[in-house]
């Protein structure tokens, strides 16, 4: 990874695990819990692609272990975010092109869900049944449901930021310039054939000047 990207990505995740620990965590909300952390995985894995993708969820993963008041084994976010961060990035929309909401919302949802599945299946593998406490279908609901409503005001701000950072414009104003070229490829093509019709007409006019004058030399 290039340097611009590690250091944007180190800041976006401590920002977003400092606002997850002492903003949404403490909301009190029914179920799960808003993971900006994991949204700012999948926004920087739809820029960066699969493999940046894996190791960003890996490291951000690592620090959620480590910050208070994690009650997990370490490693075990941290696993859970590199899978998302890889399959996230395989998503990676062609040329950087957006060309709806849609696609990243349903990233958005298919990674809360299969976070969700992934944790508690970890979970489950150490001895850790909290999940069936709670109720495994109303996290996965929940989960779901705040990180689409937090999505759509994380996920494109990320993604233009690390867009901006990594110096890789949009495909947007890409495939203007490729409209605004068109269009002078087309303004010239006028201009020639107008130039070419010009031509063709001083040219018959010419011709019926000059037949003209021949006619006129022969009636005298």
Known sequence: MKINRILLSAALVVVALVVQVSVLARLQLPGAVPDLVLLTVV?????????????????????????????????????????IGYVAGLFRPEKGQLRSASGPMAVVVAAAVG???????????????????????????????????????????????????????????SSAGDVSSGWLSSGTGLRIGAQRSGLRVKAARSRATRAGRIKGVKRL
């Open 43 to 83: 926004a920087l894995a739809l820029v960066y692609g699969h493999v940046s993708g894996a190791l960003i969820g890996f490291g951000a993963g690592l620090l959620a272990d480590l910050a208070p008041p994690a009650d997990h084994a370490v490693g075990r976010y941290a696993l859970v975010l590199c899978v």
């Open 115 to 173: 976070t969700t599945l992934l944790y508690a299946g970890v979970g489950a593998l150490v001895g850790d049944t909290a999940a069936r406490h709670v109720g495994l279908g109303f996290l996965l609901f929940t989960a779901a449901l705040y990180d689409l409503l937090l999505a759509p005001f994380t996920v494109p701000l990320i993604m233009a930021l690390a867009r901006r950072v990594d110096n890789d414009p949009l495909a947007e104003t």
